[in-house]
């Protein structure tokens, strides 16, 4: 059974193309439950088999990716905020409580982004505080982009990597390969976060 399901998600990419990638990481990349990890790993597996570009495959997941995120973006502008405002008080979530998250994303909000889509779950809702916030939209999508790309380089790598070494691409081993990957990522993401702490607060006098 389950092999007959990771055998459909790469027959499906396959015959999807690079435009279902795009379809597909879009959905991803929205508040839609969708994770990744069914799209990018295959694409991965049909690029060892010479049945795709891995790197045409990495923008197309990128891209797709910007394009669910600037969704999420403009639904915070458009509905997240106004509803909140009105009806945050009884989900416990004072005005204040908005102030203080709008104002910490203008302040942070490209490094949060960044670090957001290269977390699990997190990457699905960065979008939402950023778009509360008005990051700027130009600094949004690079960093999006940035963060979005290097994930998508990940999964493609692990797919790949499995369809170098096995016959199919087997779920269990790319999930266990994505959090190897996280937990990799992890320690590098804590020293760019130190990083921007430390210039952050360099910056502040002189400004």
Do not use: C
């Not at 908005?98 to 997190?122: C, M, Q, W, Y």
């Not at 493609?156 to 096995?166: C, D, K, L, S």
Request: aromatic share 14%.
């Amino acid at each position: 059974m389950l092999h007959s399901v990771v055998q459909w998600l790469v027959d499906a990419v396959s015959t999807l193309g690079y435009t279902g990638i795009v379809v597909l990481m879009t959905i991803e990349s929205s508040f839609i439950p969708f994770p990744s990890e069914l799209v990018m790993p295959p694409a991965g597996y049909l690029a060892a088999q010479g049945r795709m570009d891995p790197v045409l495959a990495v923008l197309a997941g990128t891209f797709g990716s910007i394009l669910g995120a600037l969704f999420n973006y403009w639904f915070a502008i458009r509905v997240g905020e106004p509803f909140l405002r009105r009806y945050g008080k009884y989900f416990l979530v004072s005005a204040e409580h908005l102030d203080r998250a709008e104002g910490f994303f203008a302040r942070h909000g490209e490094i949060s982004t960044f670090i957001g889509r290269l977390v699990p779950v997190v990457r699905q809702l960065i979008s939402i505080p950023a778009g509360m916030a008005r990051v700027p939209l130009g600094r949004f999508v690079v960093f999006t982009a940035l963060g979005a790309g290097i994930w998508s380089g990940i999964l493609v790598y692990i797919g790949w990597f499995v369809g170098r070494h096995e016959a199919t691409l087997v779920e269990g081993v790319v999930k266990a390969y994505s959090t190897r990957a996280f937990l990799y990522l992890l320690p590098v993401l804590i020293l760019i976060v130190v990083g921007y702490v430390v210039w952050h607060r360099r910056r502040r006098p002189a400004a």
